[in-house]
């Protein structure tokens, strides 16, 4: 018999864990149990609508799903529909690969205020993901405030200042687009505690703020940092052209002068929020100064405020605990050796390491844990796999979605396009099951 395999989840750490099992022992099966009728996680719900360009690595995602000893069970939730510990009865190898998709909270006074949502759900609902399809954020406002100096901030402020043209060739869902085009929002605040020289942002994607057709980027020349040198110290020599590189951006913002553009992006640095004000909703926010020496961050006393009726923390993410696995509460993953969590159980990803990188940082999760497998089980496989795991959904009349079936649903995404728009997303998992079987009577 040969090995099986089951992965938790569809995102990129599964999809380079698959490629690597299947390179690495062609006969083995290795099985996706996806939660979602739809593969690829956070590349279709997080990376932002306007950036087709980067979704486009699901193709190479695709090669591996569609390889013969490959199968999805989408629409299948570990801890919902089966339980973890069920699952490993089943398969010689348990992949965790679930990602970090809960916000870190923001802990100041004021912070459960209508009008604050984190950005995994803000980014969430913008990208039509099920889980948030209901989240209906009041725009009315003019000015919204985003915590945090990496690319989701940069993301974020981007989504909600572009223009319906420049959102024309992106899969905004429609009713996320009708209302951030049609909200008053004229001010984006990006606003970070620590210096420019610490802000996390990839150039490219700061760069682009500087080139949206509505918006002009606001930067204070003050805050821009005279000596790179002593700025930079701490960080290694790449880190720190790509820094220097970030604040060369941010002077060239800061000297840019307004051609008309009716709508801001402003960056501030040096400011930690302290408490979120207002009735029961957002009114304004109010921030401490901050300095950062020795490389600590520290108060200064000062304080000022910010109106807005809008906020979005992002300040990072944070994995949830799946039953019948360790959880390391403090630093919100999975406890695990390298990616061995105990015998037969592995993790990749964002549920392994925690919530950074790129897309590519995953694929050397997926290949240790490939070598891993390999390495561990090394007695006669034993296990049914699939097949068990079938007989189990079709007892408990779970309606999982098979590859076959995601590509209809994603035809159908693309044939109902309007426009330049690539697709137009389902947003609802009822909605998915619905095209795919009919609607019942
Ligand atoms: C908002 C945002 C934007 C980003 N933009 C970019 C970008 O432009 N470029 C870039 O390089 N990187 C970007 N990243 C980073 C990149 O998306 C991550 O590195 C990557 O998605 C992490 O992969 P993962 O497989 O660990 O998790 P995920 O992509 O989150 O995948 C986890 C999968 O597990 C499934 N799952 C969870 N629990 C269960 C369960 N109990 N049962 C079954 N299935 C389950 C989920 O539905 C999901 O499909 C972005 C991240 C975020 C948050």
Same mark, same amino acid.
């Given at each position: 018999?040969?090995?099986?395999?089951?992965?938790?989840?569809?995102?990129?750490?599964?999809? &380079?864990?698959?490629?690597?099992?299947?390179?690495?022992?062609?006969?083995?099966?290795?099985?996706?149990?996806?939660?979602?009728?739809?593969?690829?996680?956070?590349?279709?719900?997080?990376?932002?609508?306007?950036?087709?360009?980067?979704?486009?690595?699901?193709?190479?995602?695709?090669?591996?799903?569609?390889?013969?000893?490959?199968?999805? &069970?989408?629409?299948?939730?570990?801890?919902?529909?089966?339980?973890?510990?069920?699952?490993?009865?089943? &398969?010689?190898?348990?992949?965790?690969?679930?990602?970090?998709?809960?916000?870190?909270?923001?802990?100041?006074?004021?912070?459960?205020?209508?009008?604050?949502?984190?950005?995994?759900?803000?980014?969430?609902?913008?990208?039509?993901?099920? +889980?948030?399809?209901?989240?209906?954020?009041?725009?009315?406002?003019?000015?919204?405030?985003?915590?945090?100096?990496?690319?989701?901030?940069?993301?974020?402020?981007?989504?909600?200042?572009?223009?319906?043209?420049?959102?024309?060739?992106?899969?905004?869902?429609?009713?996320?687009?009708?209302?951030?085009?049609?909200?008053?929002?004229?001010?984006?605040?990006?606003?970070?505690?620590?210096?420019?020289?610490?802000?996390?942002?990839?150039?490219?994607?700061?760069?682009?703020?500087?080139?949206?057709?509505?918006?002009?980027?606001?930067?204070?020349? +003050?805050?821009?940092?005279?000596?790179?040198?002593?700025?930079?110290?701490?960080?290694?020599?790449?880190?720190?052209?790509?820094?220097?590189?970030?604040?060369?951006?941010?002077?060239?913002?800061?000297?840019?002068?307004?051609?008309?553009?009716?709508?801001?992006?402003?960056?501030?640095?040096?400011?930690?929020?302290?408490?979120?004000?207002?009735?029961?909703?957002?009114?304004?926010?109010?921030?401490?100064?901050?300095?950062?020496?020795?490389?600590?961050?520290?108060?200064?006393?000062?304080?000022? +405020?910010?109106?807005?009726?809008?906020?979005?923390?992002?300040?990072? &993410?944070?994995?949830?605990?799946?039953?019948?696995?360790?959880?390391?509460?403090?630093?919100?993953?999975?406890?695990?050796?390298?990616?061995?969590?105990?015998?037969?159980?592995?993790?990749?990803?964002?549920?392994?390491?925690?919530?950074?990188?790129?897309?590519?940082?995953?694929?050397?999760?997926?290949?240790?844990?490939?070598?891993?497998?390999?390495?561990?089980?090394?007695?006669?496989?034993?296990?049914?796999?699939?097949?068990?795991?079938?007989?189990?959904?079709?007892?408990?009349?779970?309606?999982?979605?098979?590859?076959?079936?995601?590509?209809?649903?994603?035809?159908?995404?693309?044939?109902?396009?309007?426009?330049?728009?690539?697709?137009?997303?389902?947003?609802?998992?009822?909605?998915?099951?619905?095209?795919?079987?009919?609607?019942?009577?």
């Amino acid at each position: 018999m040969s090995l099986s395999i089951a992965i938790i989840g569809s995102g990129p750490a599964g999809f &380079y864990t698959a490629d690597a099992l299947t390179s690495a022992c062609p006969d083995c099966r290795v099985d996706f149990i996806e939660r979602l009728p739809t593969p690829f996680g956070l590349i279709r719900g997080g990376v932002a609508p306007d950036h087709q360009t980067t979704k486009r690595v699901t193709k190479k995602y695709e090669n591996t799903a569609m390889m013969e000893q490959v199968n999805f &069970y989408g629409n299948v939730e570990i801890g919902r529909d089966l339980s973890l510990d069920e699952l490993r009865t089943m &398969y010689d190898a348990v992949v965790l690969a679930i990602g970090a998709p809960a916000d870190k909270k923001l802990t100041i006074p004021g912070a459960d205020k209508i009008g604050v949502h984190g950005s995994a759900a803000f980014v969430g609902w913008y990208n039509g993901h099920p +889980d948030f399809r209901d989240l209906e954020p009041d725009l009315n406002t003019n000015a919204a405030v985003v915590i945090g100096n990496g690319n989701v901030a940069i993301d974020v402020a981007r989504v909600l200042l572009r223009s319906p043209d420049g959102m024309a060739d992106s899969d905004l869902p429609d009713h996320v687009a009708s209302r951030i085009h049609a909200a008053p929002i004229t001010d984006v605040h990006v606003v970070g505690r620590r210096g420019p020289a610490d802000a996390k942002f990839t150039n490219v994607e700061l760069r682009e703020m500087g080139n949206l057709n509505m918006t002009h980027p606001c930067v204070k020349a +003050d805050q821009l940092p005279d000596d790179l040198d002593t700025v930079l110290a701490g960080y290694a020599e790449r880190d720190r052209r790509l820094r220097a590189r970030n604040i060369e951006t941010l002077r060239e913002f800061a000297a840019l002068e307004n051609q008309g553009k009716p709508k801001k992006v402003h960056f501030e640095f040096f400011a930690t929020p302290v408490e979120i004000m207002g009735g029961e909703r957002v009114e304004a926010i109010r921030f401490e100064r901050t300095t950062v020496e020795d490389g600590k961050c520290l108060g200064s006393g000062q304080f000022f +405020d910010i109106e807005c009726g809008l906020v979005i923390p992002s300040i990072g &993410y944070r994995s949830e605990p799946l039953a019948g696995a360790p959880f390391d509460d403090k630093q919100g993953i999975i406890p695990n050796d390298n990616g061995r969590i105990a015998p037969g159980l592995y993790a990749v990803g964002w549920i392994k390491r925690g919530p950074s990188g790129v897309i590519s940082s995953n694929r050397p999760d997926g290949n240790i844990v490939a070598e891993y497998i390999a390495e561990d089980i090394t007695a006669d496989p034993k296990r049914t796999g699939r097949d068990r795991l079938e007989a189990v959904l079709k007892e408990r009349h779970v309606r999982w979605v098979d590859y076959a079936d995601w590509k209809k649903l994603e035809a159908m995404e693309i044939e109902n396009a309007a426009g330049k728009a690539p697709r137009k997303k389902f947003v609802t998992v009822d909605d998915m099951i619905h095209a795919l079987d009919g609607f019942p009577n």
